[in-house]
């Protein structure tokens, strides 16, 4: 039977080339198939023949696009290598210090400083340095470093401020060095913000979790609400509302309400958690008596005089300098940069002509917030454009039509720490806006994170300011005249919930910013340093020290 089937095939094809041809095209298709099946084609195959309706267009998109899911514990991608590294570098600046009892911590009191080359007359412009030797609540010299300590100058007088760069030896012993601006008497002073007892523990108990911040998430069924629990990590066995961004590995879950789709999800509010990661004598540390302690009682002021030197020429601020700590200091008011010179912009026609044609996108959280809420002060023609939404936290946009400006502040994505209700409707990552962003020498990106980070595990920061320097790099790509600058996070509070929200944690997250920026082409306003000189201890800082932010990013787009 076998024989007799070949024989009317062969039949059909007399000609012994057609029948090479034939042979051929059958060994083609086999391998087609087999190649498909190799490539798990098999879904998108059965598909083919149905109409593309948008169940099977995700499907053809899945196959074709670049950003196909990966399971990301499958292989290590370089930014979970690159997280991993900064930690370990973070882990090495902040060893664990064991704490035993007060008495053996960081002692303001007993501490000793000592200026360095002592002289007569000090010259403006010159550097002081002082020797400043800790010792412990018993007097004993302490033999490692690690305390969070805040070093600034001043002169009350003359509204004058400039921090100052603490070095740390790691032996009990920190060299502070304050840089001579201006002249007149001048005071000098370390704070005691920790001991390093109490910034190991914080560093400790920051990688304990995500259970100190609660997430409630409202979803709509019908016209009634619906509350139920997210966050970054939810520890339930019930389904769960996945948002995931699979390209960036950016994950915030929801508990699934019962009958309510996870495309439902429209409001957002958090509040705190009241548990700790901190040992009930561990939370000594932070007591408000202990918090912000002077080192310095035993220095007296000292006068500087101008001794009549030259004074540097300094070329006009630009994106890309390298600033220096510290990167300025306030004078009668005014922030005066130490690396370049500011513009000054005397009326209010000089900052509209400045922001003509101008395109401004400014990302982040409420620090960032308070600069579109003073330009209308500055710029009268500035009008918002109602973006509807409701609360502090929706998209507000000023617009010039005249002078066809456009300035929008959006705030970032997860994590959001608010008590305020906010939406969830027009929610992205930063990456992905960049992303939309088309780009020209007449655009501007600011962005502007930290202050919602701090109750969270590091790697959280480390890996979304990674995520957003790819998208720099991708807008740089097809448009590098683009200007990008980063504003770093200011101090706030002394006396807040230093676990949680504490100025330790700011200042390790702007370490971390320097680090992963630091070769890229961007503009930097060191908000931390600012707010330092100015002894502005508010989240958000007052009109004055905003006006003093925008000056310099005036400065970097015009």
């Given at each position: 039977m076998k024989i007799l089937l070949r024989h009317r095939i062969l039949a059909l094809f007399p000609n012994v080339i057609v029948r090479k041809l034939l042979l051929m095209l059958i060994f083609s298709l086999v391998f087609w198939v087999l190649y498909l099946s190799s490539k798990d084609y098999t879904k998108l195959l059965m598909d083919w023949g149905k109409p593309i309706a948008l169940k099977q267009w995700s499907v053809f998109k899945n196959y074709l696009s670049c950003e196909r899911a990966q399971d990301p514990d499958i292989l290590p991608r370089d930014t979970d290598?690159?997280?991993?590294?900064?930690?370990?570098k973070l882990d090495q600046r902040i060893p664990p210090r064991p704490f035993t009892h007060k008495n053996s911590t960081t002692s303001a009191k007993h501490s000793r400083a000592t200026i360095l080359n002592p002289q007569h007359t000090y010259c403006q412009g010159d550097q002081l340095d002082v020797l400043l030797e800790v010792r412990d609540h018993l007097g004993h010299r302490k033999e490692y470093g690690g305390d969070f300590l805040r070093a600034r100058m001043s002169s009350p007088a003359l509204k004058a401020g400039a921090s100052g760069k603490v070095t740390d030896f790691d032996n009990g012993t920190y060299l502070v060095s304050f840089t001579l601006f201006w002249e007149g008497q001048v005071s000098l002073s370390v704070l005691l913000i920790h001991p390093s007892e109490g910034v190991s523990a914080l560093w400790r108990a920051r990688k304990q979790g995500y259970d100190q911040i609660i997430f409630q998430?409202?979803?709509?069924?019908?016209?009634?609400?619906?509350?139920?629990?997210c966050g970054l990590a939810v520890?339930?066995?019930?389904?769960?509302?996945?948002?995931?961004?699979?390209?960036?590995?950016?994950a915030f879950?929801?508990?699934?309400?019962?009958?309510?789709?996870?495309?439902?999800?429209?409001?957002?509010?958090?509040?705190?958690?009241?548990?700790?990661?901190?040992?009930?004598?561990?939370?000594n540390l932070f007591h408000r008596s202990n918090i912000g302690i002077e080192m310095m009682k035993n220095l007296k002021s000292i006068v500087v005089f101008p001794c009549n030197?030259?004074?540097?020429?300094?070329?006009?601020c630009q994106i890309g300098m390298k600033a220096p700590l510290p990167s300025g200091y306030t004078f009668k008011g005014n922030w005066i940069t130490s690396f370049c010179k500011l513009t000054e912009f005397p009326a209010s026609k000089n900052v509209r002509d400045c922001l003509g044609r101008k395109l401004i996108y400014l990302m982040g959280?409420?620090?960032?917030?308070?600069?579109?809420?003073?330009?209308?002060?500055?710029?009268?023609?500035?009008?918002?454009?109602?973006?509807?939404g409701s609360g502090p936290f929706k998209t507000q946009v000023l617009l010039d039509i005249e002078k066809h400006s456009l300035i929008r502040w959006k705030k970032h994505s997860h994590p959001f720490v608010t008590q305020k209700l906010f939406s969830m409707k027009d929610e992205r990552y930063?990456?992905?806006?960049?992303?939309?962003?088309?780009?020209?020498?007449?655009?501007?990106?600011?962005?502007?994170?930290?202050?919602?980070?701090r109750p969270f595990p590091i790697n959280i920061f480390i890996r979304r300011a990674i995520n957003i320097r790819k998208a720099i790099e991708r807008l740089f790509m097809r448009s590098p005249e683009t200007k990008v600058i980063l504003k770093m996070e200011n101090t706030r509070e002394l006396y807040i919930n230093a676990e949680l929200f504490g100025d330790f944690h700011g200042s390790v997250q702007n370490l971390v910013?320097?680090?992963?920026?630091?070769?890229?082409?961007?503009?930097?306003?060191?908000?931390?340093?600012?707010?330092?000189?100015?002894?502005?201890?508010n989240i958000h800082p007052p009109n004055n020290i905003v006006w003093q932010q925008i000056r310099m990013l005036l400065d970097y787009i015009c």
């Open positions: 290598l690159t997280v991993m590294e900064i930690i370990h998430g409202k979803f709509l069924n019908g016209t009634s609400e619906v509350v139920t629990e520890n339930s066995s019930a389904e769960l509302c996945q948002y995931l961004d699979v390209r960036d590995h950016e879950y929801c508990v699934k309400p019962l009958h309510v789709p996870c495309e439902a999800f429209v409001y957002m509010t958090t509040k705190n958690r009241p548990i700790s990661h901190l040992s009930k004598k561990e939370w030197k030259t004074k540097d020429i300094k070329k006009k959280d409420s620090t960032l917030r308070q600069w579109i809420e003073y330009l209308p002060k500055v710029v009268e023609t500035l009008k918002y454009f109602d973006h509807h930063i990456p992905r806006e960049i992303d939309q962003i088309a780009g020209d020498s007449n655009t501007a990106i600011v962005i502007g994170i930290g202050q919602h980070f910013m320097r680090d992963i920026f630091e070769d890229l082409r961007v503009g930097i306003i060191d908000a931390w340093d600012m707010t330092v000189a100015y002894s502005s201890n």
